[in-house]
């Protein structure tokens, strides 16, 4: 089973930024597209970005323009740049996998997070 591990929320405020970082614990990781999501509090955890293997990204809507995802097969990492952050980005960030049926590849890490205040 392969281990997400994410890592370089912390606290800012509004209009700040920070990069978050997910380490895959196998090279597997390069097959795989992989996803950022997050869980604020009292709310279900939602997909804010994703990547193929190849690089092909998209966002959630509440997002674009502010949040990069990117990746390096090498480091079996994936980044989430987020830049101007609202209040509204707090939660919890997590990332992981899914497969061709859209299930979830992996169990879920410890997740990163991040707090935005005004």
């Known amino acids: 089973q392969v281990q997400l591990v994410e890592s370089g929320g912390g606290k800012v405020q509004a209009g700040g930024s920070l990069r978050l970082s997910c380490v895959a614990s196998d090279s597997i990781f390069r097959l795989l597209n992989m996803d950022w999501y997050r869980q604020a509090p009292g709310k279900q955890r939602v997909m804010v970005a994703s990547i193929t293997r190849d690089g092909t990204t998209d966002y959630f809507d509440s997002v674009k323009g502010r949040v990069s995802i990117s990746r390096d097969n090498a480091k079996n990492t994936v980044y989430l740049q987020m830049n101007s952050l609202k209040p509204e980005d707090t939660a919890q960030y997590y990332c992981?996998?899914?497969?061709?049926?859209?299930?979830?590849?992996?169990?879920w890490g410890q997740g990163t997070q991040v707090t935005v205040s005004s």
């Open positions: 992981n996998s899914r497969n061709s049926a859209n299930e979830l590849r992996f169990n």
